[in-house]
Nanobody, 114 residues
Framework: QVQLVESGGGLVQAGGSLRLSCAAS????????MGWFRQAPGKQRELVAA???????NYRDSVKGRFTISRDNAKNTAYLQMTSLKPEDTAVYYC????????WGQGTQVTVSS
């Protein structure tokens, strides 16, 4: 079982930026296709961005051009750089494998004020 710990969330004004981190507990991380997900109140969890073990990325249309997913396999860590944040980006953000197989962490709250 791989444990995933998200961090880096916070309160930011619209147009601001945040960088989220996802630390994995095992070196198998380097072999995993990883994803960042978010869940807003009253809504289902959705995949925001994904990165393969080889570094290929994909994004939800609503975040393209604003969010960047990356990874550092030496640190067993994935990142989500978020810029030009909008109030509709407000959610709890989680990481997991692109097709989630591990237990969800506590996530990190991102709140964007207008």
């Amino acid at each position: 079982q791989v444990q995933l710990v998200e961090s880096g969330g916070g309160l930011v004004q619209a147009g601001g930026s945040l960088r989220l981190s996802c630390a994995a507990s095992k070196t198998i991380f380097s072999l995993l296709n990883m994803g960042w997900f978010r869940q807003a109140p009253g809504k289902q969890r959705e995949l925001v961005a994904a990165i393969t073990s080889g570094g290929t990325t994909n994004y939800r249309d609503s975040v393209k051009g604003r969010f960047t997913i990356s990874r550092d396999n030496a640190k067993n860590t994935a990142y989500l750089q978020m810029t030009s944040l909008k109030p509709e980006d407000t959610a709890v953000y989680y990481c997991n494998t692109e097709r989630p197989v591990y237990s969800w962490g506590q996530g990190t709250q991102v709140t964007v004020s207008s």
